[in-house]
T-cell receptor, first 111, second 113 residues
Framework: KQEVTQIPAALSVPEGENLVLNCSFTDSAIYNLQWFRQDPGKGLTSLLLIQSSQREQTSGRLNASLDKSSGRSTLYIAASQPGDSATYLCAANTGFQKLVFGTGTRLLVSP | DAMVIQNPRYQVTQFGKPVTLSCSQTLNHNVMYWYQQKSSQAPKLLFHYYDKDFNNEADTPDNFQSRRPNTSFCFLDIRSPGLGDAAMYLC????????????FGPGTRLTVT
């Protein structure tokens, strides 16, 4: 059974800092890994999708990497801004239309 | 813009009173999902439709049912809501293949009094 873990559970940084969020999964047999952002009381916004054959994906200040063999993915946020404050969730696609989510990292960026 | 829409955004129901949540999509995706997310927890898949084929998760209570009358719409019915069913309910869609990206709606926050 696939299990997804995110560390740290919460992170507080000053504006402008570069930061890394970690995601680990127990079963390397995944189709892809998706990173989401969730603002309080809101739905999920897809940030990046990395297919199993890819090593990384970039969108603006965000870069996500995937190492299937070690069961790890990281989300790198460059030059963080207060507007980046949210909960970040990773989810492993195990096939059969299933996403297994981590419990998220709650990020606070202070001005 | 193509999107996933959920109505209502906030729903209050009484203990034991049936409630229906609605999801619609303009992405023309084949697969529609319902997730339950309780406070500070990860979203949990309840079931999904692959076209008209319904796929229930093994641990989804019988109290939760779903209908998909056409490609665009999907409903979540909670037959007898309990206090433990208070949660955010998220609808998502994806294309036909298993490796496709999932797109989420804004969610419906359900309160049970």
């Amino acid at each position: 059974k696939q299990e997804v873990t995110q560390i740290p559970a919460a992170l507080s940084v000053p504006e402008g800092e570069n930061l890394v969020l970690n995601c680990s999964f127990t079963d390397s047999a995944i189709y892809n890994l998706q990173w989401f952002r969730q603002d309080p009381g809101k739905g999920l916004t897809s940030l990046l999708l990395i297919q199993s054959s890819q090593r990384e994906q970039t969108s603006g200040r965000l870069n996500a990497s995937l190492d299937k063999s070690s069961g790890r993915s990281t989300l790198y946020i460059a030059a963080s801004q207060p507007g980046d404050s949210a909960t970040y969730l990773c989810a492993a696609n195990t096939g059969f239309q299933k996403l297994v989510f981590g419990t998220g990292t709650r990020l606070l960026v202070s001005p | 813009d193509a999107m996933v829409i959920q109505n209502p955004r906030y729903q209050v129901t009484q203990f034991g009173k049936p409630v229906t949540l609605s999801c619609s999509q303009t992405l023309n995706h084949n697969v529609m999902y319902w997730y339950q997310q309780k406070s500070s927890q990860a979203p949990k898949l309840l079931f999904h439709y692959y076209d008209k084929d319904f796929n229930n998760e093994a641990d989804t209570p019988d109290n939760f049912q779903s209908r998909r009358p056409n490609t665009s719409f999907c409903f979540l019915d909670i037959r007898s809501p309990g206090l433990g069913d208070a949660a955010m309910y998220l609808c998502a869609t994806s294309g036909r293949t298993g490796g496709n990206e999932q797109y989420f709606g804004p969610g419906t926050r359900l309160t049970v009094t």
